[in-house]
């Protein structure tokens, strides 16, 4: 009797031990909830500090198009190139497209593409594009068409999906728009000359200033809104597996709702970089990541790039990138983060 007693009571310490330890495991960072620090690349990358400019990662380089000074003075028109987010070169002073505020740009078919945009600010003359245009070495640029299927536009959001380039939403006028200027359109094209209208009226928000990723055979559609002249701010995500049937993944993501952010698609997880938002008048400065659009983790970071809007990200070489960006003031930083193998699985 005795030692059934004695060997009960070992069991329920035991069992009071595994409690506890199992407590301790859970409150403690595992792999995926330790601090992962950015490494800052270069304080100044030669280019002029911007935000709003075009991005993209091609002949293992990382791209920087155009982009903004201010508001009252025609964009930029420059191109630059980097192999490693330190060393930039200038490949084009002047390229022959006009509309580098809030252009869309993407990797296709071995190409560089470049098309929409916004130009000359508040002045005078201000316009968007819906002209396309490529390049295989960011100083010599085709016009592939002048005018597109898709209406004169900036601040869409685009994709290789398919075998296709996708573009999304967007508006048709920056400061002096209204919401009718807004689309929640969606179109695609096998060469850049001739567009498909998947949809005319998606289910998500007519939008500008989201974005959009490609994970898991769907395209993923979040955040956004409209800046003026009535703001507007969506933290929702939809995904579709053919651009014309759209299922809402969840309408309020626990990242706060914002617009200028960036993202990207890196080891196998969809991420939300950065942002601003009107209602706060602040900018952000944290980073969001999940599998599915539906649970979003934020990433613990010690230490971190300087809270910021419409900057630059990439993945390149295992590693995602920052780059630019309004970080009051307008900022020429590059910084990079790099998980360890493992990560996430």
């Known amino acids: 009797m005795h030692l059934t007693q004695n060997l009960l009571a070992k069991i329920i310490r035991a069992l009071r031990l595994l409690v506890i330890l199992s407590t301790l495991a859970l409150a ?72 580098s505020d809030l252009s869309m740009s993407l990797t296709f078919a071995d190409r560089m593409w470049f098309m929409g945009g916004w130009y000359n600010g508040r002045l005078e003359g201000h316009s968007a594009s819906n002209a396309v245009w490529s ?44 919401n009718n200027s807004l689309k929640n359109d969606v179109w695609s094209s096998r060469d850049g000359k001739t567009w498909a209208q998947a949809t005319a009226d998606a289910p998500w928000a007519p939008r500008a200033y989201h974005q959009a990723v490609v ?12 800046y003026v002249p009535q703001y507007q701010a969506f933290n929702d995500v939809w995904s579709s597996a053919d651009g014309i049937e759209w299922r809402q993944e969840t309408e309020a993501a626990p990242w706060p709702a914002r617009l200028w952010f960036s993202s990207v698609v890196y080891r196998d997880q969809m991420w939300v970089l950065g942002g601003w938002s009107k209602e706060s008048s602040t900018n952000y400065g944290d980073v969001w990541h999940s599998k599915n659009g539906r649970e979003w983790t934020r990433l613990n970071c010690d230490v971190i790039w300087k809270e910021r809007h419409e900057h630059s990200a990439y993945v390149f070489k295992d590693q995602v990138f920052v780059a630019g960006g ?8 590059v910084w990079s983060l790099k998980l360890p193998q493992g990560w996430g699985k």
């Open 215 to 226: 994970l898991n055979d769907r395209i993923y559609v979040m955040g956004g809104g409209n």
């Open 326 to 333: 309004h970080a009051k003031p307008l900022s020429n930083e």
């Open 135 to 178: 390049s295989t070495d960011g100083e010599q640029w085709k016009q592939e068409t002048m005018s597109a299927g898709w209406s004169p536009r900036l601040a869409a959001a685009v994709v290789e999906f398919k075998g296709r380039m996708w573009i999304l939403g967007g508006t048709e006028n920056y400061y002096f728009g209204d």
């Open 28 to 99: 403690a960072p595992g792999v995926a909830d330790e601090p992962h620090n950015w490494k800052l690349v270069t304080n100044d990358a030669g280019w002029q500090a911007r935000d709003s400019q075009g991005e993209l990662v091609f002949n293992d380089q990382l791209w920087v198009f155009g982009g903004w000074f201010d508001s009252y003075s025609a964009p930029p028109r420059d191109v630059w190139s980097s192999p490693d987010g330190r060393s930039w070169k200038q490949v084009a002073k002047q390229a022959p497209w006009l509309h």
